[in-house]
């Protein structure tokens, strides 16, 4: 089965911090993305790579980076935490050429609250 | 841009009763089509996918169709049960993008 696995379930930071969440998937996949979910906004798309080293804007980047070093690894950063980034994030993976989806796999989310 | 709607919003059935989810997007240049379960404050389990070329997959109770020309697909949970009961979410995958698109997602939920 394929495992997609968030470094942590739950997070409280402060305004102001810089944040990192990890997300690491073990089936080779290419394509790595990053989502946030919010009540009434349903999930948008913040960053995604399809290969290590590239990285392409979601709908909703501002405020985001996000770092691919190794294949596995896809770190999202929020390099000045805001009270408006409490938010559920979702990271996911799938195979398949630059960008094209085959099934996407989902790890367990983190809910991230800035205080 | 691609827009995904799904209805209803919400749903609340007693148990054993077959139900269908809708699903309707707005641009048929997908690539395919994905439904997801989400239990509160989980991630998403993928359940079907179903690629833009055929027209159903089914795993177990569940059945989901596609018609790509007219823009839908449903879900089909055949003798429900509690254990059922989720937020139930399509994605689409655009046949030019790169990303899923999401619907607002129909929160389920199964009376025993």
């Known amino acids: 089965d394929v495992k997609v696995t968030q470094s942590s379930r739950y997070l409280v930071k402060r305004t102001g911090e810089k944040v990192f969440l990890e997300c690491v998937q073990d089936?080779?996949?290419?394509?790595m993305f990053w989502y946030r979910q919010d009540p009434g906004l349903g999930l948008r798309l913040i960053y995604f790579s399809y290969d290590v080293k590239m990285k392409e804007k979601g709908d909703i980047p501002e405020g985001y980076s996000v770092s691919r070093e190794k294949k596995e690894r896809f770190s999202l950063i929020l390099e000045s935490a805001s009270t408006n980034q409490t938010s559920m994030y979702l990271c996911?993976?799938?195979?398949?050429?630059?960008?094209?989806?085959?099934?996407?796999?989902f790890g367990q989310g983190t809910r991230l609250t800035v205080v | 841009k691609q827009e995904v709607t799904q209805i209803p919003a919400a749903l609340s059935v007693p148990e054993g009763e077959n139900l269908v989810l809708n699903c309707s997007f707005t641009?048929?240049?997908?690539?395919?089509l994905q439904w997801f379960r989400q239990d509160p404050g989980k991630g998403l389990t993928s359940l079907l996918l179903i690629q833009s070329s055929q027209r159903e997959q089914t795993s177990g109770r569940l059945n989901a169709s596609l018609d790509k020309s007219s823009g839908r697909s449903t879900l089909y949970i055949a003798a429900s049960q509690p254990g059922d009961s989720a937020t139930y979410l399509c994605?689409?995958?655009?046949?030019?993008?790169?990303?899923?698109?999401f619907g607002a997602g129909t929160i389920l939920r199964v009376k025993s």
């Open positions: 994605a689409v995958s655009s046949l030019y993008g790169n990303k899923l698109v």
């Open positions: 641009d048929s240049a997908i690539y395919n």
């Open positions: 089936m080779d996949h290419e394509n």
């Open positions: 996911a993976s799938s195979l398949g050429l630059r960008g094209q989806h085959t099934e996407a796999f």
